[in-house]
């Protein structure tokens, strides 16, 4: 049986059922000339090594955050099981995604589509990680070490810069940069992809009487665990 996630492939008597992930869904990224002033902006933003760590500048953004991050670690705790990888995970993305200043849900989105949340996720074309990065930017805003997609942080800055770049190229239409980050500029299949799963990742805070005791967990579904 094949889904649209992996497939169930038969093995000999006593090994039951195996599960394999499907291919990353990446298109090909293509490699277009930039503008000196360009190249040396994107090298900057890639280059700016802070750690992801946030910050704010009153304790309600703080609060805001932490029940966004408590909403968000609540849908993605049966793809990253263990909490301190997801907080980090989760924390990271907030943190790149503000960075570039694009919506933190979009972004995941693309990452469900793109990897499925796979740090390790390799495409048939190449494209590397969770943001589904084409090595060769390593090359053209990086220091050329391929290899750095496979590490969180790396992986999730130079997939934000490159779509905030894309984003900015197309005059704010997500739509087309979203192709244009697929390489497949135009086509509605991957953009579309996108915003349905960008809908799972939608957050509206909730209004003050409705919150949670604790800002870290959904109100409507607290787990009573770390999860």
């Known amino acids: 049986m094949i889904g649209r996630r992996g497939c169930l492939l038969a093995v000999p008597a006593g090994l039951g059922m195996l599960w394999f992930p499907a291919p990353a869904r990446a298109g090909r990224q293509l490699e277009e000339p930039l503008a000196d002033s360009v190249r040396t902006a994107l090298s900057s933003a890639i280059a700016n090594s802070a750690p992801p760590i946030p910050e704010f500048p009153d304790t309600a953004s703080r609060l805001a955050y932490l029940r966004w991050l408590g909403a968000m670690s609540w849908r993605l705790r049966k793809r990253k099981v263990e909490w301190l990888e997801r907080k980090e995970f989760l924390q990271t993305v907030w943190y790149e995604s503000k960075r570039a200043g694009i919506d933190p849900g979009l972004v995941l989105g693309l990452i469900q589509v793109e990897s499925n949340f796979r740090k390790f996720a390799v495409s048939s074309v190449g494209a590397r990680g969770y943001m589904q990065v084409m090595p060769f930017w390593t090359r053209v805003i990086g220091d050329g070490d391929a290899s750095k997609l496979f590490h969180m942080q790396n992986n999730l800055r130079f ?24 390489g497949s500029r135009g086509k509605p299949q991957y953009p579309n992809a996108v915003f349905a799963a960008s809908k799972i990742w939608d957050f509206h805070d909730l209004p003050a009487t409705e919150r949670s005791p604790d800002p870290t967990r959904p109100a409507d579904k607290a787990p009573a665990g770390p999860n």
Request: glycine share 12%; hydrophobic share 40%; with cysteine.
């Open 159 to 182: 997939g934000c810069v490159i779509l905030r770049h894309y984003i900015e190229r197309e005059r704010g239409d997500l739509f087309m940069a979203l192709g244009r980050y697929n």
